[in-house]
């Protein structure tokens, strides 16, 4: 099904794409700060599973389909944009309750998380560009895609969930002024502005 030694060539690289800051990664440092440490792994998770959706479309071919026809790339990009701008409006308009931070549930986390990674089409064009330069196509393709997004999934998982309890920590202990709770809530709504435009000017090239 796989070659051994190459996943083990795939495991430290997938790991140190996984080390670079990025969107993922600040997401959940965004949750973190606002919501606390649980939200934050909980969104860490929600990632990881659009992650290794991403791998199984690519898998199937569907996400070059995407990657090909701009139409959906850019429909793709453009809800992305729309929900983290959503996102950032929600932590704005939340503000602080009885002195802290207003959070989301840990249910809520996830399923953000989740929608965030599927909605960033340059998640799909770095499945495509990464993924396949390490698969065998002598051997099934979609089964050495599966393997591989797991790997990414779980290593992306393990280290935006660090740094979401890490801001969680942060949070947690400063959002007990009220003076810092207002000011966690527009940092957080700071960082889903950010992301989102950085989503708008991103180029398919």
Known sequence: ???WMVLLAF???GLALNLTPGAD???CLGQGLRSGPWPAVSA???ISVGAF???FAAGLGLSAL??????AFDVIRWIGVGYLLWLAWQSLKAGPVGGKVKGVSVAKAFRQGLMV???NPKVILFVLAFVPQFVDPARPVLPQFLIYGAVLALGGFVINGLVGVFAGGIGKRLAQDAGFATWLGRISAGIFVALAARL???QRG
Do not use: K
């Open 25 to 27: 990664m600040m997401f």
């Open 44 to 46: 860490s998770a929600g």
């Open 11 to 13: 495991v430290p690289a």
């Open 117 to 119: 990674n599927l909605t």
């Open 200 to 202: 708008a000017l991103m």
């Open 66 to 71: 995407v990657a090909a026809f701009p139409l």
């Open 1 to 3: 099904m796989i070659d």
């Open 53 to 55: 959706v991403h791998a």
